[in-house]
C-alpha cells in the first residue's frame, strides 16, 4: 500500500514537472513569436534589396563642374564604376574640359557634356537631360566616394516614400550640413534663407548628393545653371517642391582640393560672379541670408539703373508683374528725404501729391510699385531754395553728390528731377 502511495506522489510531482515546462514552452515560444514579428515589421520598413542591374537601368549620375583647375574627377568616376560598372555618368561643364579628362576614353557609359555654344553642333547634343534616359538622376559633386551601392538603395527607397520631393545625402566628413527654407518674394525682388528645424526643407547648404526624379528635373527652367546646386534649390522652391535631409552618411571625401591660398582665391572669386549672375538672371535683387546678412545685386552706384526709361507712366518691371525693385526705394527714399532737408532749410512750402500722398497715407512710405517722389510748391517759393533756383538754367551737383536739374515742362508744370551722380 505504501509503494502504491509513493508511485502515485512520484506520478503527480512528474506530471505538476511537466505542467511546468509546457508552460515555459508556452511563454518562450509567444516571445519569439512577438519578436519574429518585431523583426517582420522592421523588414519591412527597410529598402528591399535590388540587383545591381536594376539600379544602373534606374539612375543617371552627373557630375556638374564649373571648373577644372583642380578636380578629382578621374577617381570620381572610378568610384562609381567600381560600383556599378554600368551606371551611365554625364560630366557637365560649361566649356570643353582642359586640360583633357582621363574618363572620356576610358568607358563607353562615360559622357562629357559641353554646355557652350559651338557652330556645327545640335542643341541636343549640348543639353545634358537628353541624354538622360532614366527615372532617376543622382547628382554628385566632385571628390566623392561611394560607399557602397547601398547608398543609393537607402536614396532611391526614400525617394519612393516621396517621389515628389528631393533626396539630398550628406557626406561623412561634412559636419555643418544645414536645412535651409527659402521663401521667395518674385514680385518684390526678394529671396530670404532661414535655417530649418526638421530635416525636410528647401535647400541644403554644405556638400551633399541629390537623387532627383529625372521628369521633374527637365520640368525646371534651368535646372543646371550654375552655381549648383543653389540655382536648382531657387528653381525646385519656386515649384514648392521640399528638399529630404537624410541623417545616414552614404558617401565619402575623395581627394582634397584647392589646398593653396591662390586655388581657394580662385574658386571663391569664381563662385562670387557664378552668384551674382544666377540673381541677376533671376531677377532677384535683394538676398537676406540665414545669417541675418542682407547681400544687394545690381543696387549700387556702380551700375546702371534699376529699371530703364518709363514710357507712359508704366515702368518695364510693372509689365513683368513685378513691383519696384527694393534698391530703388531705398534710393527714392533716401533722395527724397535729401530733398526735404534741403526745402526745410530753405523755408519752401510744400506736399506730396499724386500716388506719393496716397502713400502716405496708406503706410506712412513709398507705394510698392511707385517708382518716383511727387512734390508740389508754390512757385515763388523756388527762388527760396538756391539749388532749386540753379536747376531752373542748369544742372547743378551739390555737396552730397546729388545732382538737380529741368526736366521738360510736363502739363504746364515745371519739374526738377533729382537723382544721384551715378543712378541706382
Known amino acids: 500500500m505504501r509503494i502504491r502511495v509513493a508511485k502515485l506522489v512520484t506520478l503527480i510531482v512528474l506530471l505538476l514537472n511537466l505542467s511546468v515546462l509546457c508552460c515555459i514552452w508556452i511563454l518562450f515560444s509567444r516571445n519569439d513569436e512577438a519578436q519574429s514579428i518585431q523583426l517582420n515589421k522592421s523588414l519591412i520598413s527597410t529598402p528591399v534589396p535590388q540587383t545591381l542591374k536594376h539600379i544602373e537601368n534606374s539612375v543617371t549620375v552627373i557630375i556638374r563642374k564649373s571648373d577644372f583647375f583642380e578636380n578629382d574627377i578621374t577617381k570620381t568616376v572610378g568610384s562609381i564604376l567600381s560600383i556599378l560598372p554600368n551606371i551611365s555618368v554625364l560630366i557637365v561643364s560649361d566649356v570643353l574640359p582642359y586640360p583633357p579628362l582621363e574618363v572620356s576614353n576610358s568607358a563607353t557609359n562615360v559622357k562629357v557634356i559641353n554646355m557652350q555654344f559651338q557652330l556645327g553642333h545640335s ?45 539630398a545625402a550628406p557626406f561623412s566628413s561634412m559636419k555643418t550640413v544645414s536645412c535651409l ?24 547648404k554644405g556638400k551633399h548628393a541629390i537623387l532627383i526624379e529625372s521628369r521633374m528635373l527637365k520640368k525646371l527652367p534651368e535646372a543646371l545653371i550654375l552655381p549648383f546646386p543653389d540655382a536648382l534649390y531657387i528653381q525646385t522652391a519656386a515649384e514648392s517642391i521640399k528638399v529630404q535631409l537624410l541623417q545616414n552618411t552614404l558617401f565619402t571625401d575623395g581627394s582634397p582640393l584647392y589646398k593653396s591660398h591662390h586655388a581657394q582665391w580662385k574658386i571663391q572669386q569664381l563662385e562670387h560672379v557664378q552668384q551674382r549672375q544666377m540673381f541677376q538672371n533671376m531677377g532677384l535683387k535683394k538676398v537676406v541670408r540665414e545669417t541675418g546678412t542682407v547681400e544687394w545685386y545690381g ?27 527694393p534698391c530703388c526705394l531705398a534710393g527714392l527714399r ?49 527762388d527760396r531754395c538756391p539749388l532749386l533756383a540753379r536747376a531752373r538754367i542748369q544742372s547743378v551737383v551739390d555737396d552730397d553728390g546729388f545732382v538737380w536739374e529741368k526736366a521738360g515742362e510736363v502739363n504746364i508744370k515745371s519739374e526738377i528731377c533729382l537723382h544721384s551722380k551715378r543712378s541706382y
Request: proline share 5%.
Open 299 to 325: 543696387c549700387n552706384r556702380d551700375v546702371p539703373r534699376c529699371f530703364g526709361t518709363v514710357v507712359d507712366d508704366m515702368p518695364q518691371y510693372l509689365w513683368e508683374g513685378k513691383w519696384t525693385p
Open 334 to 382: 533716401r533722395t527724397a528725404r535729401h530733398v526735404f532737408t534741403h526745402l526745410d532749410q530753405a523755408g519752401v512750402r510744400y506736399w506730396l501729391e499724386g500716388g506719393s500722398l496716397l502713400g502716405a497715407m496708406r503706410a506712412a512710405d513709398i507705394l510698392p510699385w511707385d517708382y518716383d517722389v511727387d512734390i508740389g510748391m508754390f512757385r515763388e517759393d523756388i
Open 181 to 204: 527654407n527659402i521663401h521667395l518674394k518674385i514680385r518684390e525682388w526678394i529671396i530670404q534663407y532661414d535655417l530649418s528645424d526638421s530635416d525636410l526643407c528647401d535647400a541644403v
Open 123 to 167: 542643341n541636343q547634343e549640348r543639353n545634358p537631360l537628353y541624354h538622360v534616359r532614366t527615372k532617376y538622376v543622382l547628382f554628385v559633386p566632385d571628390a566623392t566616394r561611394i560607399l557602397s551601392e547601398n547608398s543609393l538603395h537607402s536614396m532611391i527607397f526614400e525617394l519612393k516614400r516621396q517621389p515628389h520631393n528631393i533626396v
